[in-house]
Structures are given as C-alpha cells and as structure tokens.
DNA sequence: TTTTGACATGTCAGAGTTGGAATGTCGGCG
DNA sequence: CGCCGACATTCCAACTCTGACATGTCAAAA
C-alpha cells in the first residue's frame, strides 16, 4: 500500500531523486543543482517535476522534512523505506528499454531525399557525434577524479557516452559509403 | 498559420506518418500495423495516438482523406503541405538528443548496492544487450533484402541496433572489470 | 447459418514532461 | 542603507504518451 501507486515503468524521476537524497539531505534548489550539473545528460528535470515530486515523495512517506533553513529552505532527508524503494529499483530487472530515436527515424525515411541531401545528413549525423565525443572529453579533463563512490559511478556513465558517440560517429560514416554502394 | 502549431522539438510521432504516407496511401489500420512491425524499435506508438494524429494533420492540411472503403475505411494521402513538411523536418539540423536513460541513471546510483550486487546487475546489463543483438542477428536473417529504397534505410538503421547492442555489451563487461579494480 | 476473427475507428483518464510565471527572502557589496 | 543576485518555493497551462475501453463491420470457416 505505501509504495508509492502509480507503478512499473517510468517515473525514474523519483529513483534519481531517492538516489541523490540517498548520499545527504538537501533542498529542492540543491537537488536542481545537481540534475543541471552531473545528471543533466542522463536524465534532466525541471524545477516543477523536481518539487512537484517532493511533495509526492514525503506524502507517500519515502522522504522526510529534516531541518527548515533560512528562506523557506526545506531540507529534505530520505528515509528507511526510502532507502529500501531505491533498492528495489536499483536491483530490480530492467525492462528492455524501446527507446524512441529521432535519428533512426529520420534514417527510416531517407529515401525521400537526394542522395546528395541523404549523405549530407548522415554526415551531419557523424560531426555532430563527434562534436559530443569532444565535449565529454572535455568533461572528462576537467573534472577531478577523487576516490569518492561517486565519481566512479560518473566515470562508468562517462565511458558509456564516450564509447556510445564513438559508435554513432562509425555507424554514420559507414552509412555513408553504403548509401554511395547501393547508389551505383 | 498552416504549419501545424504545436512547433519544433517532439512529436516526431507527426513525422513518422507523414514518412509512411509519403511511400503510399494507407489507412489508420494499416499505419498500426507498420509501425508494429518495421517502425516498433525505432518509434512505437498506440492506436490512440495515430488515429488522433491522422485527424491533427488532416485537419492541417498535411493529410487528406483519399477514399473510403468497406468497415468505415478512411485512406489518408499525403497531400503537397505535407511532403513540404517532411521535406523540412528531414533536412532540418537534427537538435541534440537529450535522451534519458534509466540504465545509466541506475549506474549512477550504483554505490548504494554491495559490490556483488553491483557486478550482478552489470552483468545483467551485458546479457540483455547480448540477448537483443542476437534478436537483431535474427532479424536479418528472416527479412529478404530486396533492392528496393525501402529496406535499404532498414538495413541502415538495423546495422546501427547491432553496433549499438555490441557497444552496450562490451561496455557493460568493462564496467564489470572496472568496479573489480575500483573495489581493491 | 452462426460465429469467429480480422478489419476499422473512436474516446477517455491518468501520468509524465515542458516551460514559464509569480512570489518572496536573505546576504553581501557598494 | 539600499539594492542586486543567489537562494528558495509554488502554481499552472498545455501537450504527449500509455493503456484500456467501447463500438461497429465484413468475410469466411465451421
């Protein structure tokens, strides 16, 4: 009954803020912080969902009000059955995500264009992967890599993007001399 | 004005059925079934969502009913607004796609579970990655690669789920290796 | 002939997401 | 002291997406 009702799928909003609550309190504006900083490429938020969700979170009991500051601050803290829902979550199977892409969309229906403006997407599609590899490698030095639990995790999520543009940048590149093949 | 309003970022759901339509003239029954099949891992959608899209964009002026048939059969066209649109949307600079990703979104939150429990759901990770390639493998086997434009955007797009699913899998191992080494 | 299954469309409630606007407080700098 | 910028919360309108429900027609097999 208390685990909080509308089940299953998504609302991963909820798991990331157990998640960050899970280290240390904070407020809703320290929560923003975070989602604009380390997670904003894994799974941004808004303002709205981010306080919209604390008040669900403590009604349903997997959060508590900690301390009041200053300005209103609410200092929110996760609780024990908090703790276990993160759990749950963290260990439980995750479904095969069908994930929705614009790019392979688009790939789809490619035919409606000159091959002339086919390849210029796909082109397209390779600088702008390779655009990104450079920005995460740009993250990657700036960041200072302490021994801290977290950062570890951050460097496992940085490799995964470094190797995932990797790969679109090949994949366009490649679908580019096919379509110059097949063209023939 | 006729530039169907809600502008710019999502509802490529529009884009998908105007692509569709472009090849030919169908039915909402038979978009169902497209995008039950060749569109399903790339971008699903419900009933709810194409029949009230097909009246969006007709009302729009990118689709017209052509012909009606037996049970209440309505055949949608693509009229030349819409070929404009797609047209547009094709060529438009793809926008960066923020995508949200709850596996990586656990991976950050990896630190709350034991090292073992860890490793399990990375582990986990790799074999659903390998499980789908192999899906994938499967696919191209069954499908006849015909010479027409159509399945030529479908090998594409399917060469990109084989590298991606590789990508993922070989990845997922690395972490694996990595938390090992972390962990001492 | 009856019944089943494929064809075919439509509506709805609820959750999630976005983006913006409105409101107010505190600390420190000039 | 007065003001600005950072801190901090709350509400809202619009749209998308999901999943279920409701309804009806036609063709062919049993």
Request: negative net charge; aromatic residues 8%.
């Amino acid at each position: 009954m208390s685990t909080v009702e509308g089940r299953v799928d998504g609302m991963s909003l909820r798991h990331a803020m157990l998640g960050l609550l899970a280290d240390r309190p904070a407020s809703g504006y320290d929560l923003m912080k975070r989602f604009e900083t380390s997670l904003s490429n894994v799974w941004p938020a808004t303002q709205s969902q981010v306080y919209g969700e604390l008040g669900k979170l403590t009604k349903a009991g997997l959060l508590e009000v900690a301390a009041e500051g200053p300005r209103g601050r609410k200092e929110y803290a996760i609780t024990d059955e908090g703790r276990e829902e993160l759990r749950r979550w963290l260990t439980e199977a995750a479904p095969d995500p069908v994930r929705r892409s614009d790019v392979l969309l688009r790939v789809f229906f490619l035919n409606h264009l000159t091959p002339v403006e086919a390849t210029a997407y796909l082109m397209g599609e390779a600088e702008r992967a390779a655009g990104q590899h450079q920005a995460l490698e740009e993250v990657e030095r700036n960041v200072d890599w302490g021994d801290d639990p977290l950062s570890v995790n951050g460097r496992l999520a940085l490799e995964y993007g470094l190797r995932f543009m990797a790969m679109r940048e090949e994949w366009a590149r490649w679908a580019v001399e096919e379509l110059g093949r097949t063209r023939r």
